[in-house]
């Protein structure tokens, strides 16, 4: 069949994200007639004989991929990770409950504003007065309320460029994590998690669809038993079960990055090719100060790798030369400005290396 990729840029977006051409692939080859059905995935019912085993079939392989077991439930749910926001608290937080919030970026400035509209919350970590360049090092423990219900982090931050090299440990509080921009690239402890929740668009498939996973004993104990909510935004109503017209599409293209995924080695494999990508960029980086990264190097993150030029008035230079190259997406998030790279999972090391052959000439000429 014909292809249409005759050209493709080193795409280093933020989200969406790029997607595993193989996948793109076989989302061509089959958009205008999806299993001998004469028609697109995109026009079929939901609960049809198509797309009813393509929704138990992306439930199992999240299952594999994250390691979760019989005692979890999972769910997809649209709104994006910001939905869970206050979706969250309004489910697990009674008015009179307590939560803590890790201050990490912008996104946890968001979870916790929604959190505070239902009960109270501690901020055990806070790092805005340094301008989130920095997360919790591994091993640092949190004396938390006996009474907290839950503990949330960002696993990383796709602005400011930081991220969790593990968990957080607060004992025996359960752990909420939104992993929306590092979502199935390492392996991760699941024990220690009572819900874990990521939008599709970084790593996992296209905007549209949120993955929410759910243990079973955080449900038991948490849930808010004196607070009407409305039906669709109540966790039960979505957790393996379709309560209305998921979105279809995003859907089937998860299951086929995860199909993928599961393909490359699953998550451990993710995490070597990550580090190996990320690597290469920091050494270019850290090479002298004509590039600096921003974010304190204990914190990095492997995902998104925002950095600065010596001189700062060269940057739009930069990103138009990178641009002219082939080289897409750099322009960095007005929070922290200059450049930004994302490296998810389906970034091929190619591309990275791409990158910093530029970076090299660019301070070759322009130095």
């Not at 199992?60 to 390691?67: H, V």
């Not at 998810?344 to 070759?364: G, H, Q, T, W």
Request: one cysteine or more.
């Amino acid at each position: 069949m014909h292809r249409v990729h005759n050209y493709r840029v080193h795409n280093f977006s933020a989200g969406p994200s790029q997607l595993p051409l193989s996948v793109l692939e076989q989302v061509q080859d089959e958009l205008l007639d999806i299993q001998g059905m004469g028609a697109s995935i995109m026009e079929i019912s939901h609960r049809g004989k198509v797309f009813g085993p393509i929704y138990d079939q992306v439930r199992e392989r999240l299952r594999e991929a994250l390691g979760l077991d019989d005692s979890w439930r999972v769910g997809f749910v649209t709104g994006g990770a910001t939905m869970q926001f206050g979706l969250i608290p309004m489910n697990f937080l009674a008015e009179t409950g307590r939560a803590a919030y890790f201050h990490t970026g912008t996104w946890s400035k968001k979870a916790i504003a929604d959190a505070r509209l239902y009960g109270l919350v501690d901020l055990p970590f806070d790092s805005s007065e340094s301008d989130f360049d920095h997360v919790p090092h591994p091993g640092q423990s949190f004396e938390l309320d006996p009474a907290t219900r839950y503990a949330h982090f960002t696993s990383n931050n796709t602005i400011v460029g930081t991220q969790f090299a593990s968990e957080p440990d607060t004992g025996s509080i359960p752990l909420v994590c939104d992993a929306s921009s590092d979502f199935l690239s390492r392996p991760i402890d699941v024990n220690r998690y009572g819900m874990i929740y990521a939008g599709a668009q970084k790593n996992v498939g296209p905007a549209g669809v949120t993955i929410v996973c759910i243990r079973d004993s955080f449900l038991a104990s948490n849930k808010v038993s004196d607070r009407a909510i409305p039906a669709l935004m109540n966790y039960e109503q979505h957790l393996d079960q379709m309560p209305n017209t998921p979105p279809v599409f995003p859907i089937y293209m998860v299951n086929l990055v995860l199909e993928w995924l599961l393909e490359q080695g699953g998550v451990t494999a993710m995490q070597e090719k990550s580090s190996a990508k990320a690597a290469l960029l920091y050494d270019e980086i850290d090479k002298d100060d004509y590039y600096r990264g921003t974010a304190q190097k204990e914190s990095r993150s492997v995902m998104n790798i925002p950095f600065r030029l010596s001189n700062e008035e060269a940057e739009p230079h930069f990103i138009e030369q990178a641009e002219a190259a082939g080289l897409h997406g750099l322009k960095g998030h007005r929070f922290v400005g200059g450049m930004r790279a994302s490296i998810y999972n389906a970034c091929p090391i190619e591309s990275v290396k791409a990158l910093v052959d530029f970076m090299a000439e660019y301070r070759r000429v322009n130095g």
